[in-house]
């Protein structure tokens, strides 16, 4: 078996325009010799995941039980929890809040800018807070959640394609939970042709919007000191200002919406034949994933033709095994959910789009978005493009004729 770890340029931020100031680095787990019959993407969430031994346990169990190649990708903000590299920031005005607070609970503070300090001495006194903070992601990467993530994935098959040993394209498979398995679903929306099959423990369908840094909801509380924290990652957009390059609008959330029923019906139509596999499990209560709202997902896609299963799991189903829990992930073990679905894979039929070099093209409201590909680096890139200006060109060039 060899495990290396390899470094390319990663996918830039095609919507607002910002480079990247790290590499992209992937993990590698390969059969010895021989030609693999496949590829797996193991591509990790917010959750325990990310850990590196998780991850390379998995892919060893699947070379070792399939021959496949595995790998994982440290993708876009990958580095988005303090376990992992992520670093605690609090605003100004919060800071503020928290010295309040410990003035009135006579909390015993030496250094007030002390963020540490003054944390320890609230839960010292046992004071009723929650401090709102944020998770700054490493390298300066802020959440753009989902697309350049995705993007990302496609940019390391093609590498694969064009530098790793010999494997079978038609055989690649996507296997994660939560924020991994919705970066797989990207992906075949990014390039319809490419995924055999998509293994998702808990995707939700649409991104949540506390993980986008809005509303008022936590993403995550993390206990920091003796105090819960209410953290938020580091996002990439904003609301406050509909005109700004970085606003948070309907075409960014359509392009990352899983469920629009014409972004499914041309993802449909832009593969030559059966399409991606969906084998979906998720858990019957998941206020991250909304059941609900999953089944209409599977809905859509099955009603555009593609063969999407969802498996909703409640509390008759719990196992200790494969499924311990009923809440957002199922404490879903990846190994077992991989072995319960890989041997129902078919092969594609046709060549991945990086091959094809095909073009993949969703209109949203205002804005379309073009992904390009090619069969050699950078392997797809992005072209966000104003539909109004599209029309009005269409339109002279129609009555010029």
Known sequence: MIEITREIAGAPDYEVGKPRTA???YDITWPQEGEAPGLALVISGFGDDTASDYSAGLRRHIVETTGMGAVSVRYHAFHARPTNGGAISIDPSEQAYLIGAAILAKAQVRNITDFREVVQALAAAKANVAPKVWIDPAHGERQN?????????????????????????????????????YIAHLMAKIAPSTLAAIIDNSAYAQPPMNFLAMGDL????????????????????????????????????????????????????????????????????????????????????ARA?????????????????????????????????????????????????????????????????????????????????????DAVVQAGSAAAA
């Not at 995705?150 to 064009?162: F, P, Q, S, T, Y």
């Not at 899983?258 to 499914?264: D, G, M, Q």
């Open 23 to 25: 590499g992209l680095a």
């Open 145 to 181: 959640f989902g697309l350049i993530q995705a993007l990302d994935h496609l940019l390391v098959i093609g590498d694969l394609m064009e530098n790793a040993p010999p494997f079978d394209a038609g055989r690649i498979v996507a296997l994660g939970s939560s924020h991994g398995a």
């Open 218 to 301: 936590p993403e995550i509380t993390i206990g920091y000191e003796g105090l819960n924290l209410h953290a938020r990652t580091r996002s990439a957009w904003t609301l406050s200002d509909r005109n700004a390059p970085d606003f948070y609008s309907r075409d960014r959330d359509l392009i990352r919406d899983l469920r629009y029923p014409p972004h499914i019906a041309a993802q449909r139509a832009a593969a030559e034949d059966a399409g991606t596999q969906y084998f979906m499990v998720n858990a019957a209560w998941d206020p991250v994933s909304p059941p609900e709202v999953k089944q209409r997902q599977q809905a859509a896609l």
């Open 305 to 389: 033709g593609f063969a999407a299963e969802l498996d909703i799991i409640g509390e008759d189903r719990i196992d200790g095994r494969l499924f311990k829990t009923v809440s957002h992930g199922l404490g879903c073990s990846l190994k077992g959910l991989f072995d319960r679905y890989i041997g129902r894979v078919r092969n594609r039929e046709v060549s991945p789009d990086a091959v094809q070099a095909t073009m993949t093209d969703y209109a949203c409201v205002d804005r379309g978005y073009r992904f390009r590909h090619s069969p050699v680096a950078p392997y797809v890139t992005c072209e966000v493009y104003d539909l109004f200006e």
